[in-house]
């Protein structure tokens, strides 16, 4: 049976509870767990991204590492989008993939891409400081946060921004050791099986 929770005017405490629990982790430059309609995302601020935090993730994740970050940062730093037939847009919002431009090796491994999110987070950086392609995703999100486009990626941004740091947050697709997406139910014994703080604005849960 699938039960499906909607934040509303009778749950808006619940929602309120588990925003703060988030902010409050990335307060702590820890980890936390969001939810939505397609399983869950582990999500950490990227000014405090360290390399146990980017074997973690990667770890529990497809391996695709995303910083998402708003338009107006992703444009200053000349970060395009990636380049697409309007009949192939899935809406992800995807731009070019990046890497710092020094102080890493190859790119790819847990050390460099925390090194590069760092950077991306940095209020120095500009753009001669990354290279292009590289091996962090960013995600390209609305200037106007969650009240502008409700999504995780979003609403993450908002959290970070909240806690105090620079509004640019890791996240990436949680999945099973079968390579499956977790769902609601798995993600939520993810989280308290890691000590995770969890955010569920909506999301699907088997029962």
Known sequence: MTSTFTPSA???NWTDGFRAEVR???????PAVFLDEGGALLAFPAATATTAQLHFAISHSSGLVHAAMPSSLLD??????????????SGASFTVAVD????IGTGISARDRAHTLRVLADPGTVA??????GHVLPV???????????RPWELAVDLCTAAGHRPVVVMCRLVD???????????????LNH???LCSWTSDVDT
């Open 195 to 197: 000590h995770l703080a």
């Open 140 to 150: 390209r999100c609305a200037d106007g946060g969650f009240a502008q486009q409700p």
């Open 177 to 191: 050791d079968a390579g499956e997406i977790l769902d609601g139910l798995t993600a939520t014994l993810f989280a």
């Open 24 to 30: 409050d982790a990335f307060a702590a430059g820890l």
């Open 100 to 103: 710092a431009a020094s102080g």
């Open 128 to 133: 001669d400081d990354l290279s292009r392609p």
């Open 10 to 12: 009778t749950n808006a």
């Open 76 to 89: 200053n730093l000349r970060i395009p989008d990636q380049q697409i037939l309007a009949s192939e847009n």
